[in-house]
């Protein structure tokens, strides 16, 4: 259907073909001698219309009822022009074929307005919704377009691991992986005591598969980390895992990072990257995905491609953290957390940052106080900051989280003792630093929170298909 609807005449060059769409039925309106039959495919937001004679073949389906709304079906005809203002092409019909009946009657997805509750409970339905269809097709445009900017920019794309020994955050969110022995493979002479047990078996801890600990990775930078200071620029798209009990519209237990790494950079080219990586996808999809993005303009929020039009042209703010403090103290508004040098920022101070101090403008806050920052972070001269930065939107907040990281082998070791982590663990980490160790710096974006911005979807659990947060976990 896109490829008929797509064009700039919706269609109308097309008139005269002879074609089959298949698809499932949004409406069927039976009239006197024939039908209306409306089809989507997925394939873009629009239906395709087609009129049904009632002598044509097949057309004993649409008289046992089964062709209803969520049927699918196949339709063979010829594209016409349309008698309605609606659209400019139709299928006159030669042929319909019922290929999955459905009761309209029983059908989840009503055409009467569903709220987004509703649809998470039916993530197995909700794709049908013309909101869902347009999420997951702006979705895979923006994937589409962050492996086409950095592969044009020559970074090389490295699979980091999802199960790992390693904390890369510190911030003990992680998940842990354990050993699942089925009932069926127990001893039943063997004493359970100190293990849990669940319906399907034992989660036995002292036989762990890994030998120690192993978690759900919270981040890929360290592992990016090794491929860059080997090859150069690289980068990583895959899932991450954060035990956060947090019920936000901002938070997954399961999301996708993109993480770049840069070698021979500093904060300066990590903020230039992330300003032209941005602007890139935000373009890419206002290029290539406008039905969808008109519809988010009239439905979702309104303005939308104005504000990320001017995302992709102009510059974005940047301002150190101690003048994001000072900004803050000093502004009328009333924050329910007070701001302070040295605390981090609430998402009530990003946002106001970015949609009232800053009118919208994407905002590049650097230079955070080491205290609230990772380990690995770059320690800047005072001794008090470190070359931090994160990108901040409006409406998401918090968009991006990146850093230069500190390359100096006796800095780093000393800061992994200042935080009484174990030094041991990092010996790998630390190799980096030993053995031809080099600036570089890299940002984490996470891309759920990418969706949201670029869609204007309030809630990160409707921009991925099948959300994990806390006790959601079906589909
Ligand atoms: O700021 P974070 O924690 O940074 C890192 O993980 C670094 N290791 C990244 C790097 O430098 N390579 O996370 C990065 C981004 C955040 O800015 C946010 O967009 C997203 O990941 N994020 C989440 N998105 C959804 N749900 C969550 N629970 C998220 N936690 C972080
Ligand atoms: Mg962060």
Same mark, same amino acid.
């Given at each position: 259907?896109?490829?008929?609807? $797509? &064009?700039? /005449?919706?269609?109308?060059?097309? =008139?005269?073909? %002879?074609?089959?769409? !298949?698809?499932?039925? *949004? +409406?069927?309106?039976?009239?006197?001698?024939?039908?209306?039959?409306?089809?989507?495919?997925?394939?873009?937001?629009?239906?395709?219309?087609?009129?049904?004679?009632?002598?044509?073949?097949?057309?004993?389906?649409?008289?046992?009822?089964?062709?209803?709304?969520?049927?699918?079906?196949?339709?063979?005809?010829?594209?016409?022009?349309?008698?309605?203002?609606?659209?400019?092409?139709?299928?006159?019909?030669?042929?319909?074929?019922?290929? $999955? &009946?459905? /009761?309209?009657?029983?059908?989840? =997805?009503?055409? %009467?307005?569903?709220? !987004?509750?509703?649809? *998470? +409970?039916?993530?197995?339905?909700?794709?049908?919704?013309?909101?869902?269809?347009?999420?997951?097709?702006?979705?895979?445009?923006?994937?589409?377009?962050?492996?086409?900017?950095?592969?044009?920019?020559?970074?090389?794309?490295?699979?980091?691991?999802?199960?790992?020994?390693?904390?890369?955050?510190?911030?003990?969110?992680?998940?842990?992986?354990?050993?699942?022995?089925?009932?069926?493979?127990?001893?039943?002479?063997?004493?359970?005591?100190?293990?849990?047990?669940?319906?399907?078996?034992?989660?036995?801890?002292?036989?762990?598969?890994?030998?120690?600990?192993?978690?759900?990775?919270?981040?890929?930078?360290?592992?990016?980390?090794?491929?860059?200071?080997?090859?150069?620029?690289?980068?990583?798209?895959?899932?991450?895992?954060?035990?956060?009990?947090?019920?936000?519209?901002?938070?997954?237990?399961?999301?996708?990072?993109?993480?770049?790494?840069?070698?021979?950079?500093?904060?300066?080219?990590?903020?230039?990257?992330?300003?032209?990586?941005?602007?890139?996808?935000?373009?890419?999809?206002?290029?290539?995905?406008?039905?969808?993005?008109?519809?988010?303009?009239?439905?979702?929020?309104?303005?939308?491609?104005?504000?990320?039009?001017?995302?992709?042209?102009?510059?974005?703010?940047?301002?150190?953290?101690?003048?994001?403090?000072?900004?803050?103290?000093?502004?009328?508004?009333?924050?329910?957390?007070?701001?302070?040098?040295?605390?981090?920022?609430?998402?009530?101070?990003?946002?106001?940052?970015?949609?009232?101090?800053?009118?919208?403008?994407?905002?590049?806050?650097?230079?955070?106080?080491?205290?609230?920052?990772?380990?690995?972070?770059?320690?800047?001269?005072?001794?008090?900051?470190?070359?931090?930065?994160?990108?901040?939107?409006?409406?998401?907040?918090?968009?991006?989280?990146?850093?230069?990281?500190?390359?100096?082998?006796?800095?780093?070791?000393?800061?992994?003792?200042?935080?009484?982590?174990?030094?041991?663990?990092?010996?790998?980490?630390?190799?980096?630093?030993?053995?031809?160790?080099?600036?570089?710096?890299?940002?984490?974006?996470?891309?759920?929170?990418?969706?949201?911005?670029?869609?204007?979807?309030?809630?990160?659990?409707?921009?991925?298909?099948?959300?994990?947060?806390?006790?959601?976990?079906?589909?």
């Amino acid at each position: 259907i896109a490829g008929v609807k $797509g &064009g700039p /005449d919706e269609g109308l060059g097309l =008139v005269g073909q %002879k074609m089959t769409i !298949r698809g499932w039925v *949004r +409406t069927c309106r039976l009239q006197k001698t024939f039908t209306f039959i409306e089809v989507n495919d997925g394939s873009c937001l629009s239906n395709l219309q087609a009129v049904v004679q009632n002598d044509v073949e097949g057309y004993d389906a649409i008289e046992s009822g089964l062709v209803t709304t969520g049927a699918s079906v196949a339709i063979e005809g010829e594209l016409i022009e349309s008698q309605g203002a609606k659209q400019k092409v139709e299928l006159k019909a030669t042929k319909v074929t019922l290929i $999955g &009946g459905s /009761d309209a009657t029983t059908f989840p =997805v009503q055409k %009467k307005k569903l709220t !987004r509750e509703y649809l *998470r +409970t039916i993530a197995h339905m909700r794709p049908r919704t013309n909101t869902f269809g347009a999420v997951a097709r702006v979705r895979n445009a923006l994937a589409y377009a962050t492996h086409q900017f950095f592969q044009e920019k020559g970074f090389v794309w490295v699979a980091s691991p999802i199960i790992t020994a390693s904390d890369c955050e510190g911030a003990g969110e992680q998940f842990c992986v354990t050993t699942l022995i089925p009932n069926s493979h127990l001893d039943p002479t063997t004493k359970i005591s100190d293990v849990p047990t669940t319906k399907e078996g034992v989660l036995d801890w002292s036989q762990d598969f890994f030998g120690k600990p192993a978690f759900l990775t919270v981040s890929g930078q360290l592992n990016a980390e090794i491929y860059a200071t080997s090859l150069s620029d690289v980068y990583t798209f895959g899932p991450t895992f954060r035990a956060e009990n947090s019920n936000t519209s901002r938070h997954l237990a399961e999301f996708w990072m993109i993480e770049p790494e840069l070698a021979f950079a500093d904060l300066r080219d990590d903020m230039a990257c992330a300003t032209a990586y941005l602007q890139h996808v935000v373009r890419h999809i206002l290029d290539n995905c406008r039905e969808d993005m008109d519809f988010f303009d009239k439905w979702v929020e309104k303005g939308i491609i104005a504000r990320l039009q001017s995302v992709a042209e102009k510059d974005f703010v940047h301002i150190t953290y101690t003048d994001a403090v000072e900004l803050l103290t000093k502004a009328k508004k009333k924050f329910e957390f007070p701001v302070k040098w040295g605390c981090d920022l609430q998402s009530e101070h990003e946002r106001y940052l970015t949609e009232e101090a800053f009118k919208g403008s994407p905002v590049i806050v650097t230079d955070y106080p080491k205290d609230i920052k990772a380990f690995y972070m770059r320690e800047n001269e005072d001794g008090k900051t470190v070359a931090a930065m994160d990108i901040l939107v409006p409406r998401v907040g918090e968009l991006i989280g990146g850093s230069q990281r500190e390359e100096r082998l006796d800095r780093l070791e000393a800061r992994i003792e200042e935080l009484g982590l174990n030094k041991d663990s990092y010996w790998w980490y630390l190799d980096l630093r030993r053995y031809g160790t080099v600036p570089h710096a890299g940002f984490g974006l996470g891309f759920e929170r990418l969706v949201q911005f670029a869609t204007g979807i309030e809630n990160i659990r409707d921009v991925i298909p099948f959300p994990r947060t806390p006790g959601s976990a079906e589909f």
